[in-house]
Structures are given as C-alpha cells and as structure tokens.
C-alpha cells in the first residue's frame, strides 16, 4: 500500500497532557490507545495513532474545580470581562489554529476515515465559523449599546453568559460540530470543560497550546477518558449549568439523570434523526438520484443529517431504484487521500457487523438487496445496501442507521408519509423532489410543522452555518448556528432606573467614567 508521505503516520501521537487551569499538565496515570480502523500494511491490521490520558473521576473534578474557579459564580476575569477584549482572544486563538491545518486535516483522515476535500472543507468551515461568530458577536455588543426608555424607567439590556459548561462533541464531525459548541460558549463569556470524542480525539492536539496561550487560566478545559467514568462524575456534583452535546439522545438523557438540580441546568443539544427524502411523481430523477447519493452516503451516511430513509412515488419507483442502484455501486471505495473516494473505511470498528444485521434483518422480512455490490463486507468496511421495499417492521426502517445502508420504501399517497412522519421521534429535516407547485404547496405547509427544515429538490445538510440548525422532538433542544448559538449560550440581563435626574446622573457619570464593562455604549467597529 502506498501512503502519500505528508499523510503517512510516521510516529504514534502520545497525548501526555490534559489542558487544566490555564495549564498543559503531565498525565502519568493510565492510557488509551487510539488505533484507525485504516491499515498501512498489505495485511490488514488496524493502524496504531498514539494514545490519550485516561483520566479518572478525581482527575475530572479538579479539572471542573477550575473552571468554577475561573467563572466564580459570574465573579471572574472571563464572564466579567469587555466584550472587546474576549473578541481578541479568540482572533488570538483562530489566528494559531490556522498554522495547524495540515496536522488536523492529517488526522481527520485517518480517525475518522473523512476524505481528504473532506477533511480539508471540515477545517476551513470551521475557521470560517469562528470569524463568523466574532462578526456576529461584535454586532450583537452594537446593538447592546444602547438604553432603553418605557414607563419611566431607563434600561441596559445585554446578554450575559450562564456559566460552566460541559461539551462534548461527536466523532463524525469532531472539529466543526464540536466548535460549533464550544465557540459560542466561550466567547459570551461561561468557562468550559471539554471532552473530545473517542474518535476524532487526537486531531484536538495540535490545538491545545493554543487554546492555553489564547484564554485566561480556567476558561477552556480539555479531559479525556470515558463518558461514564469523567462526564457523569462532573454532572453529578450539580456545578454545570450547561450541558452542550452533540450525540445520542440515550447519552443525552444519561447525563441529565446525574445532574441534581435540573431546573437550573440548559441544554444545547444536537440529537439524532431520521430524516426522509421524498420523491414524488413528477421528480427531476437526473437531480433527485444525485442530491440523494449525496444525501445518503456522503462520509458513508455518517451524519446526523444525512438521508436515512428514502420514500418513492409508486409510478417511478422502478426507474428511480434502478438509476439510484446503479449510481451507488459506481460510487469508489478507498483510502481517505485517494483521489475520487466517495466511500472510505468506517471508524467504529463494529459498524460493519451492525449494518450486517440491519441487512440480514431486512431480507429476512421481505426485502431485497438491489445494488450488486451492496453488503460486501471487508475488516472495515461494507459496502452500501440499498434495499427495497422496507417495511415498518424493520430494524433499518426504526433505527438511526449512520452508516452505509439504504432503506427504500415504495408509497401511493402522500398521507402515508406525512403520518409516519407525524409518529416518528425525530423532527430535524426532510428533503423534497417534484415541481408541481400545487402538489408541493400543501406539503410544505404541513411539512415546516414536522421537521424544522424542508429541503426542495436537495439533500439534507446542516449548513450554511448562518442558517438555524435545530430539531423537533428528539433532534434537538436549543438551535445552533451562528446568530442562535450565541443566544443558546447565554441570557438576557440588564440594569434599570427609574428615569429621573439621580438616577440620571449617575448613568451618565458610569457612562463618561467607562469604569463598568457591562453599562458601556462603547461600539466596537
């Protein structure tokens, strides 16, 4: 096998710090090997990264100590601190992040298996996200410098953080949903402990010394180890008041259940789907086929936005299933640098079995395999099935697949749909392919009120960035993107006074004085 020498692992990445109180600090318990489910021999053998701390629960306290520490109940330098001058730690920070592209686009293939425009695109997004965030920040400071007049009183209406908050991000998307997170949080001023995800945890490497350099001690703190032995222990002590996640709702509820006083804990969480294409009769199919193969099988359907089931007018159902067929076994499989991959190994050692068994379950229900290369199997891989027709007894019809595999489900009436929707528990999108505007109408008016975005004639996606990313039901709670986020992680507060000439007076001397970094009408350019 032949490794392009800029992506070759050439010595294993040893994690021997965690980032604590403003300080990379020696591990010397316990360690994890992080291994690729990618080989660089000819024999197959999964490829050794490096390893990471495994830290305990007395590790993952003391490092919640010091970004209680640093928050100080709203008393500390960060949540205290001007606007402007958590504007440019963060340019501080996005600055060195930029230097490290070549190294977290290196692990990005190789943890994950993403391909390399991939990776690349991953990267350069999430770059863009943080100077997105910074502009829109800046403009919400703007808007902020004013007082307000009603009934008398005068008001100073800003946004205030809400404390120390629990990130944690997840494997397919470990850098870009991740900080889509954690950005936001820190930059309207709460503290935060961060855990990477199992996968996709050594590409954060490159970044931790500029995390240390760019924030106040205690502000960002990064552990590792198991969810269950670190992230349950923090929760436990009640001291979090956000847990911002980006996973599985069974996860999410787990650590909700551990946290003691639950009304003051806000959630910010990015949950599973199962989002549906629809084709209806009169579908462009050249177009439906491509955003569906996009839609189905980009990064091996291992999104949370990815199409997950497919639901086919009966009148084209044989056109569109043998064009759509076809299409997936041209589809190239290989490794992430290769040039042309649209298929590249699964980074969860057992995902080839699970998806075997969502096959095996659907044959045996009626089902059938009607790509030629769909199940083969390798020690990474397996190649995406598409079956046809589902039934709702299936596994692949219930369950949240996130892998190569391809539900298909035949339908007469639009209602059918619309009520399976209805009863499904999630709500995050749907994408829709006709043109026959007095068919869609409707639909789109019943469809905004079951998921929160209707895609015309495109395949799901998340971005762009700027754009609300939310969910019904299990989908989500709170909306992610770059102007919500920023509310997400925070809370309206303000200062009053009766609007007389005491009161008056001592704004205007506040205000002259520039001695109170909340009560300013300083504007930020």
Known sequence: MSIPSNFAIKDPLHQTTYLKNGELVAWKGKTDEVYSTISSTKEYKPTLLGTVPHMDKEAALDVLQSACDAYARGQGQWPTMKEAERIKCMENFVAQMKTKREEVVKYLMWEIGKNLPDSQKEFDRTVEYIEDTIEDYKQLDRDSSKFSKRDGVNAHIRRGPLGVVLCLGPYNYPLNETFALLIPAIIMGNTVVFKPAKHGVLLLSPLLEAFRSSFPKGVVNVIYGRGREVAAPIMATGKIDVLALIGNSTSAIALQDQHPYKNRLRLVLGLEAKNPAIILPDADLDLAIEECISGTLSFNGQRCTALKIVYV???????????????????????????????????????????????????????????????????????????????????????????????????????????????????????????????????????????????????????????????????????????????SFSIRTFVASKDNPYNNEILQKLLNSKTSNFVSTDYIL
């Open 313 to 487: 007018h009966e009148d084209i159902r044989e056109e569109f299933n043998k064009r759509y067929a076809k299409k997936v076994d041209s589809l190239k499989f290989g490794n992430p640098w290769e040039e042309g991959v649209k298929l590249t190994p699964l980074p969860e050692p057992g995902k080839p079995q699970y998806i075997k068994e969502l096959i095996d379950d659907a044959l045996e229900k009626g089902a059938r395999i009607i790509n030629e290369k769909g199940g083969e199997i390798s020690d990474n891989y397996i190649y995406p099935a598409v079956l046809y027709p589902v039934t709702k007894e299936m596994r692949v019809y219930k369950e949240e697949q996130f892998g190569p595999v391809v539900p298909v489900k035949p339908f007469k009436d639009i209602q059918e749909i619309l009520d399976e929707m209805a009863d499904s528990n999630y709500g995050q999108q749907v994408s829709l392919f006709g043109k026959d505007i007095q068919e869609i109408a409707p639909l789109i008016d019943t469809l905004v009120n079951l998921v929160c975005r209707v895609n015309l004639n495109s395949s799901c996606q998340r971005g762009p960035d700027v754009f609300p990313f939310t969910g019904r039901k299990d989908s989500a709670v709170g909306t992610l993107s770059v102007h919500d986020a920023l509310r």
